[in-house]
């Protein structure tokens, strides 16, 4: 147990300083037209600079745990939210929606034999924490494209009425990029009629 959790602080420590070539993030560094949706229980949660960390057990098909690397937004942007220091703790089983790196750019942010490197790793732009409530989370992403046909209007409507994160992240979600296939286009027109601020 001790080497498991001293491979995963090489890795995260290897991610965060890799991070400094890629501080200066921008939406065109991930692949927003494929939203990639994972569930599964948090080891940790590391509010580090450039961005904040979540490690995260996934259990694949196979029944195999596979640890993945979640970033998420800067230090500044995570205080502007208001939670809890603790409104992650290791145990909790969330979902995330993130987007991945283009490979040319995660190919720059580690060396191919780095821990860093094997973990698949995304940008998280939506968080459902245990309680179900939506959480917006990383900067990038394209949040209009993490809707999924089985969802209901009501958490997503609750998400863009009363966070003004979560209204600024669907709204400029709603003006560039491309929709993903998979996106209930009814669903979005719904969750757009029924907005208390629509989008300009």
């Known amino acids: 147990m001790k080497q498991r959790m001293a491979t995963y602080a ?3 420590t290897a991610l965060a300083c890799a991070g400094s070539l890629r501080a200066h993030h921008s939406s065109s560094m991930f692949d927003l037209s494929m939203p990639i949706w994972v569930k599964g229980t948090v080891v940790s949660y590391a509010p580090v600079n450039p961005h904040v ?3 995260l057990d ?3 098909e ?3 745990l596979q640890r993945w ?3 998420g937004p800067w230090l500044r942007r995570l205080e502007q939210m208001n939670l809890a220091e603790d409104f992650l703790k290791a145990g909790d089983v969330i979902e995330v929606c993130g987007f991945p790196f283009k490979e040319e750019f995660r190919a720059r942010s580690s060396t191919p034999d780095s821990d860093a490197a094997r973990l698949p790793a995304i940008h ?3 968080l459902i924490l245990p309680n179900g409530r939506l959480q917006p989370w990383g900067p990038y992403g394209k949040l209009d494209n993490c809707v999924r046909p089985n969802d209901r209007a009501q958490p997503w409507l609750d998400l ?3 966070d003004p994160m979560g209204r600024e992240y669907w709204c400029r979600g709603r003006t560039f990029g491309t929709l ?3 996106v209930p286009t009814a669903l979005l027109d719904e969750i757009d009629r029924l907005m208390t601020d629509p989008c300009k």
Do not use: K
């Open 62 to 64: 196979n029944g195999q």
């Open 58 to 60: 996934v259990s694949s």
């Open 124 to 126: 998280a732009h939506l």
């Open 69 to 71: 690397t979640v970033e």
């Open 160 to 162: 863009v009425n009363s």
């Open 53 to 55: 960390m979540i490690a």
């Open 180 to 182: 993903a296939p998979s």
């Open 10 to 12: 090489a890795a995260i």
